[in-house]
């Protein structure tokens, strides 16, 4: 049996995933959850599963919930978790940087990381990946489209490679005319037309810049320019992602939009196994469309690639600068048109002190140059008037 540990398991991910595990009795057994804070959720879940570990990041006391655990909690209890577990895979279902310690610690230990979380790798991917290439780790996708990408390059050589396309939704605001996106609220952009997800992903897939740091992703993860890493609106969300080849072939991923299928291809993997999930019924699928992103209304992949061009610590501040974004949006501090312009000033500030500071011009090479340019484009963005 695999031993798994699921870091943000009360989450939208972490939950599928353990749905997922109820669907294959007998594959794996739960050796750690961890979570932000204590809550009936995770309490339910440390019932069910008896896992031997727990990680709340939370330093509040909470070993009276679970008497017959190992508690870890506080700022390092992610990493220790991973390290105290020793689990086969992890499933890094948490946001932002909250898990790169302990993302780092695995791959050092030449652990599988079956990864959701995008955010480590914008921000600190030639860290993460370094490691991983170094000790042996192996980070599979979970992130639909990278799953996508992942499965269709299975048995393909990396020079026969042209380029990747990720395909987006267009989120909630589809079909909404720009004119109109700057009186959006946080509740129109939280309706997501294919995909349930977490609030922070739901608006980033709102403002395209899910799409944004999904090229920076891939672009680690397979190894290849941000520049041959496309984006193209398909509404329908069945195919996830496209591979095209030398010879002109292009292949494709095609399955329902359910996150559980991504997360059991990246539990199982190398194998493929049945779970019981929604199929697709392809004859009854209809049309499946495709069309180019309008960059007027979705500035986001731009000012993605502006970051991923400059280099070293500048996604960093992309990833750091949105997330604070986000937050004021949904606070209502800010207009749903505020935060990619928010986001590229914050990157135009740190890109006007690196050039006059030489400390600055970092390269992402290590845990503290990452997290030095995330609090200060945090501290920027959160100052900023639109
Ligand atoms: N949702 C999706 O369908 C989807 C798809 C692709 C990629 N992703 C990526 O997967 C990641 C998770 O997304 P999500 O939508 O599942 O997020 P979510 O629903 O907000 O869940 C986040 C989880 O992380 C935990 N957490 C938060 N802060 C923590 C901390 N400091 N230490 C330990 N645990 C912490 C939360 O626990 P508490 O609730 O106790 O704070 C919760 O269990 C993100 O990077 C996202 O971009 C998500």
């Known amino acids: 049996m695999k031993r798994v540990a699921i870091l943000g398991s009360t ?4 939950t599928q995933t353990l749905d997922v595990l109820e669907r294959l009795p007998g594959a794996f ?3 750690a959850l961890a979570a932000g804070r204590w809550s009936p959720c995770l309490a339910s879940q440390v019932e069910r599963w008896r896992p031997a570990t727990v990680g709340i990041a939370d330093p509040a006391p909470v070993r009276e919930h679970f008497p017959d655990t190992h508690v870890l909690t506080g700022k390092d209890a992610l990493r220790r978790t991973v390290e105290v577990a020793e689990p086969d895979v992890i499933v890094v279902a948490t946001p932002g940087l ?3 310690a302990a993302c780092l610690e695995a791959l050092q230990a030449g652990r599988v990381l079956a990864m959701a979380n995008k955010e480590a790798l914008v921000a600190a991917g030639a860290l993460v990946m370094r490691i991983a290439r170094d000790c042996g780790g192996t980070i599979v996708p979970v992130d639909s489209e990278h799953s996508g990408i ?7 050589e990396p ?3 042209a380029g990747l396309t990720l395909t987006s939704s267009g989120g909630a605001f589809r079909d909404t005319p720009v004119h109109a996106l700057a009186t959006a609220t946080p509740e129109e952009a939280l309706r997501h037309p294919t995909w349930s997800m977490g609030p922070k992903i739901t608006i980033d897939s709102a403002t395209l810049m899910n799409k944004g740091l999904e090229i920076i992703e891939a672009s680690w993860l397979f190894d290849i320019p941000p520049a041959q890493v496309a ?5 329908q969300s069945i195919i996830h992602a496209l591979v095209e080849f030398i010879d002109g072939t292009f292949k494709a991923q095609l399955a329902v939009p359910d996150m559980r299928l991504p997360i059991a291809n990246a539990l199982t993997y190398p194998e493929r196994v049945f779970a019981d999930l929604p199929r697709l019924d392809i004859a009854r699928l209809g049309m499946l469309s495709f069309e180019p992103v309008d960059d007027r209304k979705y500035p986001s992949i731009e000012v993605a690639r502006r970051a991923a061009e400059a280099g070293g610590t500048h ?6 600068a949105n997330e604070v974004a986000v937050e004021r949006f949904l606070a209502g501090d800010v207009r749903f048109t505020d935060i990619v312009p928010l986001v590229a000033t914050t990157l135009d500030r740190y890109a006007e002190r690196s050039r006059s500071t030489d400390e600055w011009a970092s390269a992402a090479d290590s845990i503290e140059a990452v997290l030095t340019a995330d609090a200060w484009a945090r501290a920027t963005c959160r100052e900023l008037q639109p």
Do not use: F, K
Request: charged share 10%; proline share 3%.
């Open 11 to 14: 989450g939208s991910v972490g």
């Open 29 to 31: 057994v739960v050796v």
């Open 98 to 100: 909250t898990a790169l």
């Open 150 to 156: 992942w499965q269709c390059l299975q048995g393909e």
């Open 159 to 161: 020079r026969a490679v």
């Open 231 to 235: 984006v193209v609106l398909h509404r």
């Open 315 to 320: 996604p960093a501040v992309l990833n750091a």
